[in-house]
C-alpha cells in the first residue's frame, strides 16, 4: 500500500491508521527509524526486539547457551563483585 502524505514545515508527518495497523504501530508506542538505501524506515520497537530475540535463538541454538543462564552467570558475577 502506497500513500502520499506530507511533512510539515516542523519536520512532523501524519502515519494513516491503515498503516499503522498493518505494520503494528501504536499511538505513542517507541518506534525505531532508520535509512536503508535512501528509504526511511519506521518500526515498532516491539518489532525489532522480536527480531533480535529469534536471531539470538538462531545464532545460540544447539550452544547450551541460554538467557536463563547468561542471567545467572551475571548475577553471580554481581554478588561476587559486591561481597
Given at each position: 500500500?502506497?500513500?502520499?502524505?506530507?511533512?510539515?514545515?516542523?519536520g512532523k508527518m501524519n502515519i494513516p491508521a491503515q498503516i499503522r495497523r498493518?505494520?503494528?504501530?501504536?499511538?505513542?508506542?517507541?518506534?525505531?527509524?532508520?535509512?536503508?538505501?535512501?528509504?526511511?524506515?519506521?518500526?515498532?520497537?516491539?518489532?525489532?526486539?522480536?527480531?533480535?530475540?529469534?536471531?539470538?535463538?538462531?545464532?545460540?541454538?544447539?550452544?547450551?547457551?541460554?538467557?536463563?543462564?547468561?542471567?545467572?552467570?551475571?548475577?553471580?558475577?554481581?554478588?561476587?563483585?559486591?561481597?
Open positions: 500500500m502506497a500513500v502520499i502524505t506530507k511533512v510539515s514545515e516542523l498493518q505494520t503494528g504501530l501504536e499511538r505513542g508506542g517507541p518506534v525505531m527509524m532508520s535509512v536503508v538505501d535512501g528509504e526511511i524506515r519506521i518500526r515498532a520497537v516491539r518489532s525489532v526486539l522480536a527480531g533480535l530475540q529469534r536471531d539470538a535463538e538462531r545464532v545460540f541454538a544447539g550452544s547450551g547457551e541460554t538467557v536463563e543462564g547468561f542471567l545467572a552467570e551475571r548475577r553471580a558475577d554481581a554478588a561476587r563483585d559486591y561481597a
